[in-house]
């Protein structure tokens, strides 16, 4: 079975930027794609921020290996050129699925015919992407955690019309990349991990939009309750109050009212989490 060794990551954001940067740390020839060069300037930026973090988290990065990651990670404007030698091209961009069937049917009109498609989607099933891809046997989820050097799973989750030998290369892909690959037996909303944080962190917007509690007060609970490191509301800083609001904004009305609360007293002030500098907290500038 082929190794693959050349993976482009479409968006540049928290978790794409990760995904890239831990592909390239442990070897593989990596293309960063977004849709401007401004956020390609700002995606550098990031991935130097990474090479700094993992000196200072993962062993043996500060002998030369974070550093030499950053040479193999290219950058791309153009979708065409981003992924004309890509095995494998791993979607990470916004989480709409307007968004999301536009990129995959010029991805499709544009990449070759033998590379795999995998989609980090947080919340759509791969089967609700497949459609555009025009490749659907080549086509999968594959999901990471934030700080993936550290939450290092990878969620693998096919449809039915996946075929199985691109299923295993890709869940071979994980581990090589040092993820531990979640081998899911059929799809499932939320894969594993977010089957069962969505629901934690929805009581616990609900809790501030009912007026029960500021989000401090939520935080402090589950964390002197459980021992837990972070409360909920720490979690959506550190996955972004855009991904929150768009997760929100597909669910119920009670996480549609969160979804608006959160863009009014947040998003629209520029408050978007740790990546902004502020979010329901401050975070000091790096």
Known sequence: MTAITKVTVLGTGVLGSQIAYQSAYHGVDVVAYDINDEILEKAEGRFAGLAETYKSEVAGAADGKADAALGRIGYSSDLADAVKDAD??????PENIDIKRDTYIKLGEVAPAETIFATNSST?????????TGRPEKFLALHFANRVWAHNTAEVMGTAATDPEVYRRVADFASAIGMVPIEMKKEKAGYLLNSLLVPFLAAAGQLVVDGVAEP?????????????PA???????IVGLNTAYN?????????????QYIKE??????????ASGEGFYTYPAK
């Open 88 to 93: 494998l091209v791993i979607e990470a961009i």
């Open 124 to 132: 759509l099933l791969p089967s609700d992407l497949m459609g555009f």
């Open 216 to 228: 401090e007060m939520v935080d402090k609970t589950w964390k002197i309750g459980t021992g837990a």
């Open 231 to 237: 409360g909920p509301f720490e979690i959506y800083d």
């Open 247 to 259: 997760i929100s904004m597909a669910g119920s009305p009670d996480q549609q009212r969160f979804a």
């Open 265 to 274: 007293n947040y998003i629209d002030k520029g408050k978007l989490g740790v």
